[in-house]
């Protein structure tokens, strides 16, 4: 048998930081915002969402001009554009909506994108459709700024206009908790390791999902360790379906992903849609 071998120690560069819990991620998406569709927006969910928005939008909106007030890179909204939508995206990462820039120049099209916040948005105008899409409202914790970016989302839309709205959906969580885990284990052409490990729980009594990550990000000899944290809003979907109409809305339908034909189900669908029209 051969001896055990003494260890020679690390070789790694190994560098620990903390991101601002105040801040909810927001140092997070400007880190890695040049890598995060390949991260999260990965093609096989624009080509199941593309095609779910459309649908709903063909179907349910007056018209083709479409505001996103969480549009991210804009992977979900160059669809739309090349359908013959009229897309004006804002989103609160000015890291975001650079990379969402570089997205329209390399496709060629245009479009009005920019930052602001969703709770103080006025563009002085309407829309067909208002879009807040991947777990951004989710990140609205306190009742006040709840109702602030309602209000914001009715003024914005005509009578008649719709709103999707996408929620993770936290019944099928809680029932079958995911607090520790991958969420993402990912190699870039560059050499350049992202792993995303989650560690979360969750308050039920204050509906409140503790979202924690540690991005372990490793390119050669260089270990990045970087902690992040923040609140999300608990919705389920009585509670979501009454906010919406104390809010001047009505209810269209649901879905449980962004997906055509994924019925809602609060034991296993992933996400909580809510399309609803203003009244």
Not at 264 to 270: I, Q
């Amino acid at each position: 048998m051969r001896a055990p071998r003494k260890s020679s120690g690390s070789s790694l560069r190994v560098q620990f930081s903390v991101d601002d819990p105040s801040e909810a991620h927001s140092g997070w998406y400007a880190a890695f915002a040049a890598r995060y569709d390949r991260l999260y927006s990965r093609p096989e969910r624009v080509r199941f969402a593309a095609p779910f928005l459309e649908d709903v939008l063909r179907r349910h909106a007056p018209g083709i001009e479409v505001l996103d007030v969480a549009c991210g890179t804009f992977g979900l909204d160059l669809p739309l554009l090349a359908s013959g939508y009229h897309i004006v995206g804002r989103d609160l990462s000015p890291a975001m909506v650079d990379q969402a820039r570089r997205a329209l120049r390399s496709s060629r099209r245009r479009a009005d994108v920019g930052r602001a916040d969703m709770r103080t948005l006025n563009l002085g105008r309407t829309f067909d459709a208002v879009l807040c899409l991947g777990t951004a409202f989710n990140y609205l914790v306190e009742p006040a700024e709840i109702r602030t970016a309602m209000r914001v989302f009715r003024k914005h839309l005509r009578p008649g206009g719709i709103l999707i709205l996408d929620l993770t959906n936290f019944d099928a969580w809680i029932r079958n908790p995911m607090n520790a885990r991958a969420d993402v284990d990912e190699v870039f052409p560059d050499g350049l390791r992202v792993i995303v490990f989650g560690l979360n729980d969750q308050d039920l009594r204050q509906r409140i999902h503790h979202a924690r990550f540690i991005t372990a990000v490793k390119q050669g000899q260089r270990l990045d360790l970087r902690f992040s944290e923040a609140p999300l809003r608990i919705w389920r979907q009585k509670d979501l379906g009454g906010l919406l109409r104390r809010s001047g809305f009505g209810i269209l339908g649901w879905a449980g992903d962004l997906r055509i034909g994924r019925s809602y189900n609060p034991r296993t669908s992933p996400r909580l849609v809510a399309v609803a029209v203003r009244r």
